[in-house]
Structure formats: C-alpha cells, structure tokens
Nanobody, 131 residues
C-alpha cells in the first residue's frame, strides 16, 4: 500500500527554520516525482516544490525560491523540505504528494505537477510562523 507520512511541522518565529520530512512506503522513490504543497485557510492549495525521482530536476514556486530546499534521500525513501527564513505568510498545512514517473521528470513536468497536483497524498503537517 502506497503511503506518504509528513512530519516536522510546528511553531517557529519569523526568520526561523524547519525541516519537513515526507516518509514514503509501498513504492520506490526513484520511480516517482514528489511534491510539497501547502494550504492555509481561505487560500487555494499551492504547489511550492517538486523533485524528480532521479533527483536531477527540481522546481520551486517564486514564493519560496531561495528560502526552501527540497532533497531526496533514496536510502531512507524520504524527501525533505528545508525551510529557512520563514515568514508569517508561510503559515499553512504542508502536504507531500507523489506521482508515478518511471522515466524521470523534466523541470517543465515538475512545474505542471506542482500546478495541477499529484495522485497520492499524505495527510499534512501544520507549520505556524508567528512572533
């Protein structure tokens, strides 16, 4: 059974950092693209970062570019989202998702996955940025 479980959320002050984890089971990361999405009350879901199964392509939304980093750890079947310089506007429920990509994904395909969503979803973890 394919599962994605997020962890690492919490409360942090503006300017602080958090690292989210997306632990995957039931499938091999090498053949799936993984994305991080977030949603806050009253706002649409936003795809903020995606990474290809091969790890050689990444996509970042403009809202997080330069502050967030997505990393794939194949041996642990886990994808991380390092979030630095957090701002109150980053407050949201963060979810990871997966889509089968056995031949890898280009930057353009990752852009589309982040824009339109993926097939398999975790339940999310809450990040609150507040002073």
């Amino acid at each position: 059974q394919l599962q994605l479980v997020e962890s690492g959320g919490g409360s942090v002050q503006p300017g602080g950092s958090l690292r989210l984890s997306c632990e995957c089971s039931g499938f091999t990361l090498d053949y799936f693209s993984i994305g991080w999405f977030r949603q806050s009350p009253g706002k649409e879901r936003e795809g903020i970062s995606c990474i290809s199964g091969t790890g050689d392509a990444t996509y970042y939304a403009d809202s997080v570019k330069g502050r967030f980093t997505i990393v794939k750890h194949s041996a642990k079947n886990t994808v991380y989202l390092q979030m630095d310089s957090l701002e109150p506007e980053d407050t949201a429920v963060y979810s990871c998702a997966a889509v089968s990509s056995p031949y890898g994904s280009s930057w353009y395909e990752l852009h589309n996955y982040c824009a339109y969503g993926m097939d398999y979803w975790g339940k999310g973890t809450l990040v609150t940025v507040s002073s």
